[in-house]
């Protein structure tokens, strides 16, 4: 079995000497901060989310903090347990579970123009350049911006695609609606982009879990099963 589908047992010592096992699960997760992140103490938002709804005191929550490419070497191979990274692929199977009714707003931002931001079709923005998370250029997600027409620049993380788009070198980032109020960029930087109106994707706050895992949360947070 894959290190990764392994439960990591540790035993812990109470003060009167009792022994109990926990599991310890390793979360796949990208460099996506204040969401997820490797500095940031217990892994970020989407982790402390995840904790107030275990309700098993056995299991405890590893981040595991990988780059998109990785993350999703990691969930092609069935070498995961845990992940809040998307599964976007029909062939894997998972079960998703809701950590709050909030949904992350997910589009493109540009250079601040008087203009709204919209398109009635990603082809209108043939011939122009945006930066993603990297991931695989095979993958729907990246596909829908290459089929358009679309010149893909992959990046580590979101702060890096929205300070390629001031110094012009992308003609569009990537990223959540409040990416840009999150950013390390200065007041001023951050005054110069704008969030599109359009919204290509709606994300609900969830974890995805390996059914082979045998882990269970709350039944009434299961949203999803494939």
Request: aromatic share 10%.
């Amino acid at each position: 079995m894959s290190k990764w589908l392994q439960f990591i047992v540790l035993i812990q010592f109470s003060d009167i000497g009792h022994a109990t096992n926990s599991q310890i699960i390793d979360v796949i997760a990208v460099e996506y901060p204040p969401f997820t992140s490797s500095s940031i103490k217990h892994g970020g938002i989407l982790f402390e989310l995840l904790h107030k709804v275990t309700t098993n005191e056995k299991l405890q929550w590893s981040p595991f903090i990988v780059p998109p490419s990785r993350a999703e070497q990691l969930i092609s191979s069935n070498n995961w347990c845990a992940s809040f990274y998307p599964i976007t692929r029909e062939n894997i199977s998972f079960e998703q579970y809701k950590l709050s009714d909030e949904l992350v707003k997910l589009g493109l931002f540009r250079g601040k123009l008087e203009s709204e931001f919209q398109w009635s079709n990603l082809d209108e923005l043939q011939g122009k350049s945006i930066s993603l998370l990297r991931t695989s250029e095979k993958s729907a997600f990246a596909q829908q911006f290459i089929s358009a027409g679309l010149k893909v620049v992959f990046v580590e993380n979101v702060d890096i695609a929205l300070k390629m788009l001031l110094k012009q070198r992308v003609d569009y980032a990537f990223g959540d609606k409040d990416a840009v109020s999150r950013s390390t960029l200065s007041t001023r930087e951050k005054e110069k982009l704008q969030f599109s109106k359009n919204i290509l994707l709606e994300m609900q706050v969830s974890i995805f879990i390996n059914p082979d895992c045998n882990i269970s949360l709350r039944e009434d947070l299961l949203i999803n099963k494939q």
